[in-house]
């Protein structure tokens, strides 16, 4: 089957897709999209976290038809600017990740960085408070690292909530 | 596999009874697990997240009409006070990414013994709502699981919607995993008084084949509370009260638990839901004094 949908900004067509795989599949494979990755298949891990319809959603567990039509926002959508190469700039959320040293393997890091994106639009975008300690971990409740021990992460997500805060908008 | 995507309800009753073999798929977090495992190949997946009548909600007849397609962040946004029960069973489901995903019509689809949905659902008396291009016809959550993953849903059918009751008093539900966020139930509970009709409704987890009611801590604890004043009940009646509803369970022993466990767990989380709700009780009875 075919399928259309926006990713990033911009519109998107795969074809040959067979009915049963998953969004996660097509990003990947199809369209060239490597930033979320495929580790537990299961939405245990939110390694493969992208925005669906501005909500988001482990990409393993949609099927591809099921984004017929959708926008789609992956990790490679956070960082600013429009080209694919170095020109690009990262984004809030990704520089103080970086910063903070809350990227070790960086396997779990696409996902980490699309659901703290959406907690800090969720709270400081929307003019609320900055999230606390219990708030950033029930967030990423759905998230794993196998190699921080998570303190760093959420270092970088407070390091994030108070820039985005500081500039009035995110990446 | 055919992928079959309806954009009204009618269309969807159509395609389920052109395929009655055809997977339904809405939040996927369910379905997508068995086909990228290889564990299911459907002839057909029908995707109802398209029908907008499935995500709605509202107030209908003193109930509140649940589409079957509404994901648990929905629920505990907008039905926390007029669904207690299910709202915060549906705060235990897994993660945020599966919250805006997964959906109550998915869990009755799946009926898997550990679904959160369902223990609230049988504790409140809720209704759940079928369709076919035959009609529609309505089955009490209480008549709805028959045995191990099998339902009163015919192959034709949809799950369209859940009618809540307008809760009428406290509503509480536990869960117990290895930790708070991710997990499935090792066991669940869920416990609901109704103060105008005096009665207890349960709903147990985890705990059979299918999600079951402890009848006998039902009348049991009917019988024994005060329902002018809310007083706390004798810690006898407690004790009995958990022993009914460890009683009802029918677990195995498996990876997430022993049977004794289990068993040990439910008459724990009885005593507590029931603890909470009488405090919840007195507060209401004191206010309307």
């Not at chain 1, 909500?55 to 099921?66: F, N």
């Not at chain 2, 930790?179 to 499935?184: F, G, L």
């Not at chain 2, 079951?212 to 006898?236: C, I, K, M, S, T």
Request: proline letters at 6%; aromatic letters at 6%; hydrophobic letters at 40%.
């Amino acid at each position: 089957m075919r399928v259309s949908f926006n990713v990033n900004g911009e519109d998107v067509t795969a074809d040959n897709v067979w009915p049963g795989e998953s969004l996660l599949y097509v990003l990947r494979e199809r369209l060239g999209l490597p930033g979320s990755k495929n580790a537990c298949e299961q939405g245990e891990c939110g390694s493969c976290t992208v925005y669906f319809d501005g909500v988001t959603a482990c990409s393993c567990m949609i099927a591809a038809g099921q984004a017929e039509g959708r926008r789609v926002r992956t990790v490679e959508g956070l960082a600013q600017g429009s080209g694919k190469g170095p020109e690009r700039e990262l984004g809030t959320v990704q520089d103080a990740f970086v910063e903070a040293g809350a990227v070790q393997c960086g396997f779990c890091t696409p996902g980490l960085l699309v659901q703290t994106d959406d907690l800090l639009e969720r709270t400081v975008g929307a003019g609320l408070p900055a999230p606390d300690d219990a708030e950033i971990r029930e967030a990423l409740a759905g998230n794993l690292c196998r190699c921080t021990g998570y303190e760093k992460i959420i270092d970088a997500v407070h390091l994030a909530a108070e820039r985005h805060a500081g500039t009035g908008g995110g990446a | 596999m055919e992928f079959l995507s309806p954009s009204t309800l009618e269309e969807a009753l159509e395609a389920k009874s052109a395929h009655p073999d055809g997977l339904p798929i809405m939040g996927g977090t369910d379905v997508m697990v068995e086909l990228n495992f290889d564990k299911r190949r459907p002839a057909a997946l029908i995707d109802l997240t398209r029908i907008p009548e499935l995500a709605e909600w509202g107030a209908e007849d003193g109930c509140t009409r649940l589409g079957a397609g509404v994901p648990y962040t929905r629920i505990i946004e907008h039905l926390s006070a007029a669904a207690p029960a299910l709202a915060k069973a549906s705060r235990s489901v897994a993660s945020p990414q599966i919250r805006n995903r997964g959906t109550v019509g998915g869990n009755l689809g799946g009926a898997s013994p550990a679904g959160e949905a369902h223990p609230p659902l049988l504790a409140t008396d809720a209704v759940i709502e079928l369709a076919s291009v035959r009609g529609r016809r309505r089955v009490p959550a209480r008549e709805f699981y028959l045995s191990f993953r099998t339902t009163a849903r015919r192959d034709d059918e949809l799950i369209t919607a859940v009618l809540l009751p307008e809760p009428s008093g406290p509503q509480q539900f536990a869960k117990i995993g290895t930790r708070n966020a991710m997990v499935i139930a090792v066991t669940s509970f869920s416990l609901a008084l109704d103060a105008e009709r005096r009665t207890v409704g349960t709903g147990l987890g985890s705990a059979g084949p299918t999600p079951l009611r402890a009848e006998a801590a039902e009348e049991f604890l009917a019988g024994e509370f005060d329902w002018e004043g809310g007083a706390p009940l004798p810690e006898a009646a407690v004790r009995r009260f958990g022993e009914l509803v460890a009683a009802a369970s029918r677990p195995i022993d498996d990876q997430r638990g022993s049977a004794g466990y289990r068993r040990h767990a439910l008459s724990v989380m009885a005593r507590r839901a029931l603890s909470w709700s009488v405090t919840d009780y007195r507060k209401e009875a004191t206010r309307c004094a």
